[in-house]
Structure formats: C-alpha cells, structure tokens
C-alpha cells in the first residue's frame, strides 16, 4: 500500500497507484459547503433534540453535540456549514414546524 | 460424498461450500433453483451467510458490490435479461475490483419471450472486465465455482461461472462434493488490501479525472492478464488436491489431429463425442474446448492451431452484424500467425435448437468438403 498522504488522490506511476479508485485517507479535506445556494438553520427555540435531522442527513454535515440539562445528558444538532451541501433534506424531514427554515446563502 | 444434483444446485453448492458470506439475489428462469437452495441454507443455518432479497438484478448486482467492498465474499446468480440489467454495475464490480463470482446461466434474449439456450446474453457483457467460464457439467461446474473464488480474489476481478440453460442447468448428474476442511484449505477466507471499514476510512470510487483514470484502466488490463496462468495454476492446484484437474482450455485427441472441432460448453461435451465417431470412420479430428473465455487464451489456442490444417468453431451465438463471437475471438488470436490454417465459422443451436451429435459429425464433413471459408457464418439447423 502506498504511503498515506492527506491530499492526494493522484499519482506518478502505475506502481504507486492503488488498483482501485480509493482515496488514502478520508476525504474531509473536500470542504463541500461552497456548494450550497441554500442555506439550513436551527431554531433553537423550537428543535425539540430529537435528532430527526441528524438521521437523515446524507453527508457528515450535522453534527449531535452533547450537553447536560438538569443532571441529563442530552443532544442537539448543530449544522457544520463547512460541509453542508444545502440539500435540504433537514428542513423537509423535521417534523417540528419552523424547527429548521431555509434562507438563500448568503443572506 | 457423491450427490445427484442439478446444475443450478452445482452453483449452489459450490457456493455454499467456498462460505460465501452474502448472497445478494433476484430469481429468475431458469436460474431460480440456485438462489432458492441459498436462501434455504441460508434460512435454515447450514451456511453462515447473509441473503439479501432486492427488488432487481441491478440492486442484486450494486448490492453485491457494497459486501464484497466490505471484504466479504460474495455470491450471486442470474441469467439472460438479468444479465443485461446488470450491465452498468458490471462494469462497476469491475472498477471497484470486487471478486464477486456470480453464476449465470445461458438463456436467449428477448424478444420473443423465450427462457431456452444461447450465450448471447454473457458473451454482449465480454468488454466489461468479468472474467467467463463456460462450464460442461455440474461437476465442473461445483468445482469451477471454488477456482473462481481462488483466481477473482488473487486478481481482485469478478467471475462469471456460466452454464448452459436446462441442457445443463435444469439436468441431474452425479457431483462429487469435495470436503468442506480441505475446501476451507484450498480457498481461506478473503482479506483485501482495501475495504471499506470505519477504523480505517477511504473515499471509494470518487470522481477521477483525464490525470488518473487511465492507469485505473491499465492495472484491470494487467490484472486480468495475471488472471491468464492462474487459472490453470489453481486448476492444477485443484487436480493435486481433489484429483480433477482444470485448465484454460481442454484438448481432446489433438496430438495427431488434422482437422479440429473448437468450442465450448455442453456443446463441447456433444462434439467429444462426435470426434469419437469421426476417429471410428478414420478421421484425424480432435476437439478444443474453450473453457475460459476472459481472460483469452490466445497463446494456448494458437499453440493448438499451429498443428493443424484446418479448424471449424461452432457458436451458439452471434453478434449481429458480424459473426459467431468465439470464432472472431479464435480469428483474431492466429491473424498474425506465419501460415495460420482456414478457420470456419458455424452458428447453430440458436435459442436453444438441439444441437446432436449427428448435426457436429454434418458440420466437420461440411467443412471437409469445403476448399476454403467463403463467409463468416455457416448456417446449421436454421430452416431456410
């Protein structure tokens, strides 16, 4: 196996190619949130925490960040702009009304 | 232990015996019996595997992709339409060098709607990088399924195990099943350089432009070329251990042949025979059954061929427009040859007509009276 490096994915030679299309290490350099003309946000006043939207999303772009409420451990999405792709499946899959609306990206 | 089977169950079996892990499977005639004896033994826990009931032959395909990605050994089966649905992820099982074996059992293409023999359906999937082998009994078939495993997981490229639509599928013979320890020796577990695994996190199959692709390309190309002696390395591997051995092709009275029968499958089987018959009559006639389609034995056909005088192949299928495909692929080996002999081109047996002993032995003597090839296709058995 050739030896892991970050970035690439590309090499010189046959030889220090992998014999499959696969990436070295994990892709999480590949900042995908430039891709997104839609942008989600949580209203925390509404998000009950039941991480409906967490389930759903497709990419690694909603984090469940853990905090303690009366002696209880409990969990809230956070969305990580840096990789959200603005699919919008969050806001249609949450099923607390106004939990998670939409704006255009960069309003 | 000896056990009377059908072919369907010789893939089954083979299966069952080389621990195929997941079985990602959609029935279809005449290949329904193979998956219906996994998902029992599956059910039932003789076999330590997962079955996966999908909704088509492409999910059965992609689905069989995801396991083997995962380091899994993988089996699956279809045939004919199946097949064809499959296309787009073959390729895929390919690229993502997955040594899926599948089992895929010859059946005509529609239209008209028809479930009888002909290799059109495996023989349109050659360009895909799956390696083919074309089986003539269930013992060879049961066998075969345990070679490919060996061969595809050394190569990491797919097999196809491919038998002949109820001529063989749907017929009982005596099959040997060889014993699960020395199988277990002769084939151990599967473990790739690459999986997917969450300790160990790879991105798999993303987008690769002009400035990698090509050498992705090149390495299956080397791969399957590596494919090549080791087929009959595992075959004579096979023989020393169970005592039947196997090879790329299989030669029957050729050391003094004139004139040689080429061809492949059960088809084959009924042309042994014929050159029996022939050799009676005092024919100098051997036969050349081509068991390994992909990789091509190109080198050992041609080493057949240098002897003779003259050789006929007979395809039981076509590519529209061109010809019987073995016999292209037979062609093209010797073009380059010093004196390579005239090569005839037979179809016969098209969506599963009989093909007897007696229309082989009218074939040779043909082409016995003929002075030289005049086209590409000799017709046999169609009604004109």
Same mark, same amino acid.
């Given at each position: 196996m050739p030896e892991k490096t970050e970035k690439q994915i590309v090499f010189d030679k046959v030889k220090d190619?992998?014999?499959?299309?696969?990436?070295?290490?994990?892709?999480?350099? @590949?900042?995908?949130?430039?891709?997104? @003309?839609v942008r989600p946000v949580i209203d925390y006043e509404k998000c009950t925490g039941c991480m409906t939207c967490w389930k759903f999303c497709p990419e690694p772009a909603i984090d469940a960040e853990k905090y303690e409420e009366d002696g209880k451990e409990k969990y809230k999405p956070v969305i990580d702009y840096e990789y959200c792709k603005g699919c919008g499946i969050c806001w249609v899959e949450c099923p607390v009304e106004g939990a998670i609306y939409t704006e255009e990206e960069g309003e | 232990m000896r056990k009377v089977m059908i072919g369907n169950h010789a893939l089954s079996y083979g299966a069952k015996i080389s621990r195929a892990q997941v079985i990602p499977a959609y029935p279809i005639t005449p290949q329904t019996e193979v998956v219906e004896l996994l998902s029992e033994m599956c059910a039932n826990g003789e076999m330590d595997a997962k079955f996966i009931k999908v909704e088509s032959e492409h999910s059965a395909m992609t689905a069989s992709i995801g396991a083997s990605a995962t380091g899994a050994r993988v089996f699956t089966a279809t045939s004919a339409q199946g097949l064809a649905l499959m296309h787009e992820v073959l390729h895929w099982a390919v690229g993502a060098r997955t040594p899926i074996v599948m089992g895929n059992i010859n059946r005509a293409m529609a239209p008209p709607w028809t479930i009888w023999t002909e290799q059109t359906d495996s023989l349109a999937q050659r360009d895909t990088g799956w390696m083919q082998l074309y089986a003539q009994n269930s013992q060879e078939v049961l066998d075969s399924v345990i070679q490919a495993y060996k061969v595809a997981e050394a190569v990491q490229i797919p097999a196809m195990v491919i038998l002949a639509a109820f001529v063989l599928s749907h017929t009982s013979e005596a099959v040997e099943l060889p014993e699960q320890g020395k199988v277990d020796e002769f084939l151990p577990p599967y473990e790739p350089e690459y999986r997917i695994d969450p300790a160990n996190p790879h991105a798999f199959g993303g987008l690769t432009g002009p400035d990698g692709y090509f050498e992705l390309r090149y390495q299956i190309q080397k791969a399957i070329e590596d494919a090549l002696p080791k087929w009959d390395e595992v075959g004579a591997e096979f023989g020393e251990v169970f005592g039947r051995k196997y090879g790329l092709i299989e030669t029957y009275k050729?050391?003094?042949?004139?004139n040689l029968i080429i061809s492949s499958a059960t088809l084959a089987s009924t042309a042994r025979t014929a050159v029996d018959t022939l050799r009676e009559k005092g024919e100098k006639v051997g036969l050349l059954r081509i068991r390994i389609f992909r990789p091509f034995p190109s080198a050992q056909i041609r080493s057949i061929l240098s002897s003779v005088d003259r050789a006929v192949v007979v395809d039981r299928n076509i590519s529209f427009g061109a010809s019987g495909i073995f016999y292209q692929e037979v062609k093209a080996a010797v073009y380059n040859e010093k004196n390579p002999p005239p090569i005839f081109g037979v179809i016969a047996g098209?969506?599963?007509?009989d093909v007897t002993k007696k229309d082989i032995i009218d074939i040779y003597e043909d082409i016995m009276r003929m002075?030289?090839?005049?086209?590409?296709i000799i017709w046999k058995g169609v009604r004109l």
């Open positions: 190619t992998p014999p499959l299309a696969v990436s070295l290490y994990t892709m999480d350099y @590949n900042k995908t949130g430039s891709w997104r @003309n | 050729v050391e003094d042949a004139k098209i969506g599963g007509r002075d030289e090839p005049k086209s590409d």
